[in-house]
C-alpha cells in the first residue's frame, strides 16, 4: 500500500513508519520538524526512516493549503495516518494559535486532500483528553465526550466532528483513534517519562502535581502502532444499527465513520510509575508535591472493548518492560 503520514518524524509518527516499512509498505512521510522540542531528535528519527529505499519525506507544514493540494495530487496515497499535531496540554494555555494552525487548519487540508483523492481509509489521532469534565470511568467511546477542559482537547474533538461531516459527504472511511498516554523509546522530551528520568539522574526535586494522586492509563508506544496498522486495512461502514433519537458517539449511521480507544486499560498510579523508574535506575526521586495544574484531570482509563472487537486489539506490555526499555533508549541515547 502507498501509505501518507503525516508527523512521521514525531514520536507516534516514527514508529509507525517504521513498522508500515517492516512489513513492506511505501512510506511517504510529511513533516516540518518545528522546534516545539528539540529537532536533532526528530532529524535522528528521520535518519532511521530514510535509509530504507521505500520511504520518501516531505518537509512541509499541514497549514500550507497549496503545499498539501500538491502532496495529496503527487502521491495519490491509498491510505492516510494524520498523526501530525500541535501536542500538548499545558502548551495550549500558553500558545493557543499554534493548536489552531496546525490542529484544525491543518486538519481541514488533511480533509480536503483525502476528498481530492479518495483514499481507501483516514486514519487520525484524537485524544483521551476529549473526555474531559468526563469523571465517569472508565472512558467510553460511547459516552459523549462534549466538555474539553483545554483548548487541546476541544481542538481534537473539532476534529472527530469534521472527519465525520467528511465522511458523510464524501463517503471517505475515517477512524479517529483516542489515544492514551502514550510514552516508550524516541518519546516526545516534554512528557513525564523525560522528566522522571532526568530528575533522577540529577538527584534534582521532581514537581509532582496532584500532590502525585493521580491515574494514567500508561500506554507503550508499540501497543499503540499495532492497533494503527490492525485498522487500516478494516475501514468503517455506517452502523446499521444506529438510532438518530439515541444516538451512539462513537458510530454513525450515515457515515462510515467510528471513533475507538487506544489504551492499555490497566491504569497506574503515578507512584508506582515513579517507583518502576527508581527501580530500573537503582535511584531515588527526590519529589516535590504540587497542587493540580488548569488543564490535568484526575485519572485516565482507557475501555477498549470496542478496539479489541473491531481490531482484535490486545494491548500487551507490562509497565515495567515498557519503562525498561523507554530508560535504555534514553541512557543510549543521551548518556547519564
Not at 513498522?19 to 528521520?46: C, H, I, M, Q
Not at 458517539?249 to 471513533?259: D, H, K, L, Q
Request: net charge neutral.
Amino acid at each position: 500500500m502507498a501509505i501518507l503520514v503525516t508527523g512521521s518524524a514525531g514520536f507516534i509518527g516514527f514508529h509507525l513508519a517504521r513498522r508500515l516499512l517492516e512489513r513492506g509498505d511505501e512510506v511517504v512521510g510529511v513533516d516540518n520538524l518545528n522546534a516545539y522540542y528539540e529537532p536533532s531528535l526528530k532529524e535522528a528519527r528521520l535518519k532511521l526512516l530514510e535509509a530504507n529505499p521505500r520511504y520518501r519525506h516531505v518537509r512541509l507544514d499541514l497549514a500550507v493549503r497549496e503545499g498539501m493540494a500538491a502532496l495529496f495530487a503527487g502521491t495519490r496515497p491509498t491510505h492516510v495516518v494524520n498523526l501530525a499535531a500541535q501536542a500538548g496540554v499545558r502548551y495550549s494555555l500558553e500558545n493557543p494559535h499554534a493548536y489552531v494552525d496546525s490542529n484544525l487548519v491543518g486538519f481541514m487540508n488533511v480533509l480536503e486532500g483525502c476528498r481530492a483523492v479518495q483514499p481507501k481509509h483516514l486514519v487520525y489521532a484524537s485524544t483521551s483528553s476529549v473526555y474531559g469534565a468526563n469523571g465517569k470511568l472508565p472512558f467510553s467511546v460511547h459516552d459523549h465526550a462534549v466538555h474539553p477542559i483545554t483548548l487541546y482537547a476541544a481542538t481534537k474533538v473539532a476534529n472527530e466532528a469534521m472527519a465525520h461531516a467528511y465522511a458523510h459527504l464524501y463517503g471517505i472511511p475515517c477512524t479517529g483513534f483516542r489515544f492514551f498516554t502514550v510514552y516508550g523509546p524516541w518519546g516526545r522530551p516534554d512528557m513525564s517519562p523525560f522528566k522522571f528520568i532526568r530528575a533522577i539522574l540529577a538527584g534534582t526535586p521532581l514537581d509532582l502535581y496532584g500532590q502525585g494522586q493521580m491515574k494514567r492509563d500508561f500506554t507503550y508506544v508499540d501497543d499503540i502502532v499495532e492497533g494503527l496498522v490492525a485498522s487500516l486495512d478494516r475501514p468503517p461502514s455506517p452502523n446499521p444499527a444506529w438510532d438518530p433519537k439515541d444516538t451512539d458517539p462513537a458510530t454513525s449511521g450515515v457515515a462510515p465513520w467510528r471513533i475507538l480507544n487506544l489504551g492499555n486499560s490497566q491504569p497506574v498510579d503515578l507512584m508506582r510509575y515513579i517507583e518502576v523508574f527508581e527501580q530500573k535506575l537503582g535511584r531515588k526521586a527526590v519529589l516535590n508535591m504540587m497542587p493540580m495544574q488548569p488543564g490535568d484531570v484526575t485519572n485516565t482509563d482507557a475501555d477498549v472493548t470496542e478496539t479489541m472487537s473491531a481490531l482484535g486489539y490486545a494491548p500487551n506490555t507490562p509497565l515495567e518492560v515498557g519503562v525498561g526499555r523507554f530508560v535504555d533508549w534514553y541512557l543510549d541515547y543521551y548518556g547519564r
